[in-house]
């Protein structure tokens, strides 16, 4: 196997939040595991709302789908709020779209890993599920291990998320070598 890219993308505005920390340890160990990988999050993904006819021409969204398109596995993290996904993780994918015409179609027969956080369990649970059909809607293979964290009940979500990051990033590897 060839080194593989492994980009994540989501989290929040907030400098350090706990959705872009999680999405740094996953990419911790994949560079551990030898990947090479990208991080998009907080202000590399603040994107208009997506028009299709508009996005060609923003340099961030270039970047965006340029490094999307060199990816081998996604991992996508979102915030939880009022239930499901936050806009800026929501429009951030909405650019997906421009890879509808690439020979490998949006994520294609890539492996997604996917973390939902927010303020309670309700909200971290839906987030969770609308990532995942997202992913589904986007060609995209969710890993089975899923992460979902209430922020109230776990400050420290990088602690408390040791066993199923390296479980959910373990999968995306075990996913690369098929």
Request: aromatic share 6%; hydrophobic share 40%.
């Amino acid at each position: 196997m060839t080194t593989p890219h492994i980009v994540a993308l989501g989290g929040t505005l907030r400098p350090q939040s706990s959705t872009a920390r999680l999405l740094g340890a996953a990419l911790a160990r994949a560079e551990a595991r030898g990947a090479r990988t990208t991080l998009l999050t907080g202000p590399d993904i603040v994107f208009p709302h997506f028009e299709p006819e508009h996005g060609e021409s923003d340099t961030k969204v270039i970047r965006f789908v340029e490094t999307l398109r060199s990816a081998d596995a996604v991992i996508i993290g979102s915030p939880g709020y009022h239930g499901t996904l936050s806009g800026l993780v929501k429009t951030a994918l909405d650019y997906v779209e421009l890879l509808s015409r690439d020979d490998r179609v949006y994520f294609d027969g890539m492996p997604v890993g996917l973390i939902a956080t927010a303020a309670g369990w309700q909200a971290s649970v839906s987030t969770l599920q609308a990532l995942r059909t997202i992913t589904h809607a986007l060609r995209g293979w969710p890993t089975p291990m899923g992460i979902a964290v209430n922020t109230v009940e776990t400050p420290d979500v990088e602690t408390y998320c040791q066993g199923s990051l390296d479980v959910m990033v373990g999968q995306i590897f075990e996913f690369l070598k098929r």
